[in-house]
C-alpha cells in the first residue's frame, strides 16, 4: 500500500503476455495529492511511467511522471489506467474512460478484447542533424525530424534499430524528451518498428511507447500510403500496437 493507503496497480501494456510489453503503475486517488509525493512514489515504483487517476466531471484527471519527471503525455500508462477502471468495475466496459491531462482531453475504449486510445497527432517535421546524435547512436541516419517532444531517426534497415547500443550521456545532453529510431518492417507481420530511448527523462529505453506512436504513424502512413498500421516496439520486453490516423476537420 503507498502512504495514503491506497493500493497501486501494476499493469503490462501493449501485449497479450505476462512480462512483456510496458508495465504502468497506476494508483487511484481519492483527494489531490502534492506533486512531491506523486513525484516520489514514482521514483520509488521505478517504472517508465507512474499514472494518478483522480474522479473529475464525467470522467478523470490524469497525470503521469516517470522516476525524475512529469510529463504532457503518455500512451501505456493511459491504456494501463482504462484498464484497471474496468477490471476494478469503476467503469463498465461499455463505458468509454474519459481522461482529463495535459494534452487535452484523451479517450479509451473497450472493443473486442482490444483497447482504442485516442491521442492527438505529434506530425514530425524536417530539422537539422543536431551536434552528438548520430554520434551517440552510432549510426546514419535517412531521415531526421523532430516532433513536439522527441527526435525521430530514420535508418536504413530493422537490423540496424534492433541491434542499437547507444550512447545514452550523449543522448541525454539533447535538448528533447527522447529519441525515436525507425525503420521499415522486413516482415509482412508489421509496417514499421520503432525503439525509443528517454535518459533525459529517467528511461534509457521505454519498453512500450503510445505517445512516441503519435509521431510514428503519420510519418509511415505518408510513406507507405496506408492509414491504418501494425508496429512493432523492438525493446527487450517488445510491445505491439495496432494504430490508426484519422483525419479531423474543424
Known sequence: ??????????????????????????VLLDAPAPESWMQQLAMENNLAETAYLLAEGDG???????????????????????????????????????????????????EEGWITLNF?????????????????????????????????VEVESEAIVRNMNPDFRLLKSLPVRGVIVTAKAETG?????????????????????????????????????KTEMNAYQASKRGGVLRVRLIFSFR
Open 120 to 152: 492527438p497527432v505529434t506530425p514530425p517535421h524536417p530539422v537539422a542533424v543536431p551536434p552528438g546524435l548520430l554520434e551517440a547512436l552510432g549510426a546514419e541516419a535517412t531521415s531526421l525530424h523532430k516532433s513536439r517532444f522527441d527526435y525521430l
Open 1 to 26: 500500500m503507498n502512504p495514503i493507503g491506497k493500493p497501486i496497480y501494476q499493469v503490462d501494456a501493449f501485449t497479450s503476455e505476462a512480462f512483456r510489453g510496458n508495465p504502468a503503475a497506476v
Open 189 to 225: 507481420e508489421f509496417d514499421f518498428i520503432s525503439r525509443f530511448f528517454a535518459p533525459g527523462a529517467g528511461i534509457e529505453e521505454d519498453p512500450a511507447t503510445g505517445s512516441t506512436h503519435c509521431c510514428l504513424t503519420p510519418f509511415w502512413a505518408e510513406r507507405l500510403g
Open 60 to 110: 478523470y484527471g490524469l497525470r503521469w511522471f516517470t522516476p525524475e519527471i512529469e510529463v504532457d503525455l503518455c500512451g501505456h500508462a493511459t491504456l494501463a489506467s482504462a484498464h484497471v477502471l474496468w477490471e476494478t468495475a469503476k467503469l463498465s466496459r461499455d463505458t468509454q474512460a474519459r481522461f482529463y491531462t495535459k494534452s487535452g482531453l484523451l479517450t479509451a475504449d473497450y
